[in-house]
């Protein structure tokens, strides 16, 4: 059975870090290509950084240069640590597999960030 348990969101204020995990179950990270996504209330989610089973990782424009995204194999766990924090990155945070989730239409929990000015 699959499970996804992101955690690590809180409330900081701008210009400040953050470090999300997600602790997988049911699906090695290493073999899977894995992201990170995010959602704010009345929009899509969107992917904000991916990384490939072989290893190449990639972010959206509005997040380079300001978040890294890499996995655990041993612990079968993504991060996504989080510099630079601005309020336009305030959102539920997700992670799920790329281009599509792990399992259809599975989503964890998420965790929330909240960037304050």
């Known amino acids: 059975q699959v499970q996804l348990v992101e955690s690590g969101g809180g409330s900081v204020q701008a210009g400040g870090s953050l470090n999300l995990s997600c602790a997988v179950s049911?699906?090695?990270?290493?073999?899977?290509?894995m992201g990170w996504y995010r959602r704010v209330p009345g929009k899509d989610r969107d992917l904000v950084a991916r990384?490939?089973?072989?290893?190449?990782?990639s972010y959206s424009d509005s997040v380079k240069g300001r978040f890294t995204i890499s996995r655990d194999n041993a612990k079968n766990t993504l991060y996504l640590q989080m510099n630079g924090l601005k309020p336009e990155d305030s959102a539920v945070y997700y992670c799920?597999?790329?281009?599509?989730?792990?399992?259809?239409?599975?989503w964890g929990q998420g965790t929330q960030v909240t960037v304050y000015s």
């Open positions: 799920n597999g790329w281009p599509r989730p792990v399992v259809p239409g599975y």
């Open positions: 990384i490939l089973s072989h290893g190449p990782k």
């Open positions: 049911g699906r090695r990270v290493s073999i899977n290509n």
